[in-house]
């Protein structure tokens, strides 16, 4: 079956220090990555998406590079803010567009 | 972008008692919904996911007698918990998607506590 492994956390960075938090994942077929985000006490936004190899999702500064050599999805951002401390999920969508599967998440503590 | 609103966003209920929590799409139609549940500092746990009209989907483990979900429209599904009690106590969260389309919205969350 389809899984997603994430680095455990919590990741504890300086503001404007550079972030990568990695994400790896076992699919069968084509699927699609994601990565969310959830602030806290709240439900998951959708930060980034690439839906086929070599795509490179972007948004607000994050980037990540569907690696399917490697499997892998990982997100950078070059300068974290305070406001980037949050709780972040990678996530697939298999072939028939069905549930995403999630990794267990990264907490990210941003210091000033 | 599209919006799923969920509600209550939080919700304390005394043991025994049933809680239902409400799922809409505003602004597309969800041929499928998924619910999930989120225990303290852990990843979500898909719980069962429903297409409009039938039946949902169970994930193994999940009681449905326990957790009923309602899809009876493009717009709404409902999960209702019967007979709380305090290990039920989670957050629940759902997402929406489209037909055709890879990619889920979510709601909010309910925090749901069983005193």
């Known amino acids: 079956g389809n899984s997603v492994t994430q680095m455990e956390g919590p990741v504890t960075l300086s503001e404007e220090a550079f972030l990568t938090i990695n994400c790896t994942y076992t699919?069968?077929?084509?699927?699609?990555l994601f990565w969310y985000v959830q602030y806290p006490g709240e439900g998951l936004q959708l930060l980034l998406k690439?839906?086929?190899?070599?795509d490179k999702g972007s948004n607000k500064g994050f980037e990540a590079t569907y690696r399917k050599e490697t499997t892998s999805f990982h997100l950078e951002k070059g300068s974290v803010q305070v406001s980037d401390s949050a709780v972040y999920f990678c996530?697939?969508?298999?072939?028939?567009?069905?549930?995403?599967?999630f990794g267990g998440g990264t907490r990210l503590m941003v210091k000033p | 972008g599209a919006v799923v609103s969920q509600h209550p966003s939080w919700v304390i209920c005394k043991s025994g008692t049933s809680v239902k929590i409400e799922c809409r799409s505003l602004?597309?139609?969800?041929?499928?919904m998924f619910w999930y549940r989120q225990f303290p500092k852990q990843s979500l746990m898909l719980m069962a996911t429903?297409?409009?009209?039938?039946?949902?989907?169970?994930e193994q483990g999940v009681e449905k007698d326990k957790f009923l979900i309602n899809h009876a429209s493009l717009t709404l599904s409902t999960l209702t918990v019967t007979s709380a009690h305090p290990e039920d106590s989670s957050f629940y969260i759902c997402?929406?998607?489209?037909?055709?389309?890879?990619?889920?919205?979510f709601g909010q969350g309910t925090r749901l506590t069983v005193v």
């Open positions: 997402s929406a998607r489209e037909g055709g389309h890879t990619e889920a919205f």
């Open positions: 699919a069968t077929g084509y699927p699609s």
């Open positions: 690439a839906t086929k190899a070599d």
């Open positions: 996530a697939l969508s298999g072939n028939a567009g069905n549930m995403l599967t």
């Open positions: 602004d597309f139609q969800a041929t499928t």
């Open positions: 429903s297409n409009e009209g039938s039946k949902a989907t169970y």
